[in-house]
């Protein structure tokens, strides 16, 4: 899994350096928003609220548009959408099954645009259920690895119900069942160690190894998916190795 995962974190981080920086800017945003109205809007009582708040910050977005956002969201300020989360199972080329998570105010629109990104990028719709049971929601949280080694972040994390740690290259992966994020979360927290994001994930149960064509026929369609605005995450069970992300690079 951890040549997704490598090439997800990969990208992000691209991504708020770039010109796509707007795009993640109002994603983020908008994980914010739905956060404060589903559980109120304070974060230290609203852990999702907290996570929300805390990934926008590492990704530079500013203070005002977050804290406005939380106030919209927990109905302290006028404004904001009515936003539905909606799950859409799909096939990449090369037979990569794909989950794409939908936050929107308009349920017509985002299933057009997720239909349209998918045939014409070589991929379909598939029916519900039949490809989501090959993922596992999961609590993910993202480590810089500065100077940590494995064993200091696993030992930091064990007793508060991490199950593994994935060396990403730049940054150790931490997971564990969804229902153990926060205890993670809090677990790194107190033991000092930075990290970049904390947040609920669909993790595959199996993955299909790309080489370079197929993953650059997969790498176009998420792209072409995440650049809808409705498009909240992207989750595929590929597999690329070390050498295919260096060649695409």
């Known amino acids: 899994m951890s040549g997704h995962s490598k090439w997800a974190t990969t990208k992000h981080k691209k991504a708020a350096l770039d010109a796509k920086r707007g795009k993640l800017f109002a994603k983020l945003i908008k994980n914010i928003e739905v956060a404060a109205r589903t559980g109120g809007p ?20 500013p203070n005002d548009n977050i804290e406005r956002a939380r106030k919209r969201g927990g109905g302290l300020e006028a404004g904001g959408a009515e936003y539905q989360t909606i799950m859409y199972e799909g096939y990449a080329p090369g037979g990569v099954a794909v989950l794409i998570e939908c936050l929107t105010d308009n349920r017509n629109r985002a299933a057009s645009e997720v239909r349209v990104a998918l045939t014409r990028n070589g991929g379909s719709l598939a029916d519900p259920g039949s490809v989501s049971y090959m993922f596992n929601r999961k609590g993910v949280v993202i480590v810089p690895k500065n100077d940590l080694d494995e064993d200091t972040v696993l030992m930091a994390v064990l007793d508060a119900g991490a199950e593994e740690v994935n060396d990403l290259g730049e940054s150790f992966e931490v997971v564990s069942e969804a229902g153990d994020l926060v205890p993670v979360r809090k677990a790194l927290q107190d033991a000092g160690i930075d990290y970049d994001s904390a947040e609920s994930s669909f993790l595959p149960t199996m993955s299909v190894p790309l080489d370079e064509e197929g993953a650059k026929k997969v790498f176009r369609l998420i792209d072409a998916l995440e650049d809808s605005d409705d498009v909240q995450n992207v989750f595929a069970n590929f597999d690329v190795s070390d050498d295919v992300l260096a060649a695409l690079d």
């Open 42 to 61: 304070d974060p230290d009582a609203n852990p999702t609220l907290f996570d929300a708040i805390f990934k926008a910050k590492k990704n530079s977005v």
